[in-house]
């Protein structure tokens, strides 16, 4: 059994091995994956809101309990950026071919910035309401996936499966989170705050960040660049 103040560094740096074997499988889809990961990466600073309220988890030189920052929350967040930017695509034997300037002028991406911006519009008016900041970065994600869609219909396809296929993927670890340190959700997370609602002996509020994440994250790329996605046999627009 590993010591608890290894379980958080070992179980981030576990994000990395999917992650790599993405990047060197799949060589379609490494600019999308390098974009998301260094995009969703500085999200890792975003730690001090959760830590302690939503969870204490020990971390390399004490770092978590004293600034309330921490080196895995960066490892964490680029690892699973890249893997949920590209999942969809990966599973569906499709990629992603730019969107015609023509149809970026149509009426319906007027608001196209505006979409893109929501989450973090939305999350500082979530983060005052009076409950766990988790539920904040959740909705505010579940809030990105709803302007996408309205935004961008044909990233429909992608909001959800990523929701699904992430979801299930963000289960496998945190059961695997179990595996190797038994207890260690119930002496880090601070059930006590939380809905008390567990599935697979797992908080609930893991599983709908998962999903949040996954859903949003999913077509954050097309959405960010103007592309969308397309069978991989599909002949790029331009091409003889």
Same mark, same amino acid.
């Given at each position: $059994?590993?010591?608890?103040?290894?379980?958080?560094?070992?179980?981030?740096?576990?994000?990395?091995?999917?992650?790599?074997?993405?990047?060197?499988?799949?060589?379609?889809?490494?600019?999308?994956?390098?974009?998301?990961?260094?995009?969703?990466?500085? %999200?890792?600073?975003?730690?001090?809101?959760?830590?302690?309220?939503?969870?204490?988890?020990?971390?390399?030189?004490?770092?978590?309990?004293? !600034?309330?920052?921490?080196?895995?929350?960066?490892? %964490?967040? %680029?690892? @699973?950026?890249?893997?949920?930017?590209?999942?969809? #695509? /990966?599973?569906?034997?499709?990629?992603?071919?730019?969107?015609?300037?023509?149809?970026?002028?149509?009426?319906?991406?007027?608001?196209?910035?505006?979409? $893109?911006? $929501?989450?973090?519009?939305?999350?500082?008016?979530?983060?005052?309401?009076?409950? #766990?900041?988790?539920?904040?970065?959740?909705?505010? $994600?579940? /809030?990105?996936?709803?302007?996408?869609?309205?935004?961008?219909?044909?990233? =429909?396809? #992608?909001?959800?499966?990523?929701?699904?296929?992430?979801?299930?993927?963000?289960? @496998?670890?945190? =059961?695997?989170?179990?595996?190797?340190?038994?207890?260690?959700?119930?002496? &880090?997370?601070?059930?006590? &705050?939380?809905?008390?609602?567990?599935?697979?002996?797992?908080?609930?509020?893991?599983?709908?960040?998962?999903?949040?994440?996954?859903?949003?994250?999913?077509? &954050?790329?097309?959405?960010? !660049?103007?592309?969308?996605?397309?069978?991989?046999? !599909?002949?790029?627009?331009?091409?003889?």
């Amino acid at each position: $059994m590993i010591s608890d103040s290894y379980v958080w560094f070992a179980w981030s740096v576990a994000f990395l091995i999917p992650w790599a074997f993405l990047w060197v499988s799949f060589s379609t889809q490494r600019k999308a994956m390098l974009w998301a990961s260094l995009f969703t990466m500085p %999200f890792g600073l975003t730690e001090p809101l959760f830590v302690p309220e939503y969870w204490n988890p020990p971390s390399l030189f004490g770092l978590a309990q004293t !600034t309330g920052f921490d080196i895995e929350s960066l490892i %964490f967040c %680029f690892g @699973i950026g890249g893997v949920a930017a590209v999942v969809v #695509n /990966v599973a569906t034997r499709r990629r992603a071919q730019a969107v015609s300037k023509q149809e970026r002028g149509s009426a319906r991406h007027r608001f196209h910035r505006w979409a $893109m911006a $929501m989450p973090f519009i939305a999350f500082p008016f979530l983060w005052l309401l009076p409950w #766990n900041a988790i539920y904040a970065g959740i909705g505010s $994600m579940f /809030v990105g996936v709803a302007a996408t869609i309205l935004c961008r219909p044909d990233l =429909l396809r #992608n909001s959800v499966l990523g929701a699904l296929i992430f979801t299930c993927y963000y289960l @496998i670890y945190l =059961l695997g989170l179990e595996a190797m340190a038994p207890g260690f959700i119930e002496r &880090v997370w601070k059930l006590d &705050v939380l809905s008390g609602i567990f599935v697979l002996g797992l908080p609930l509020e893991e599983l709908l960040f998962a999903a949040g994440f996954g859903g949003y994250w999913a077509g &954050v790329y097309e959405h960010f !660049t103007w592309h969308r996605s397309v069978s991989a046999d !599909t002949t790029p627009e331009g091409a003889a």
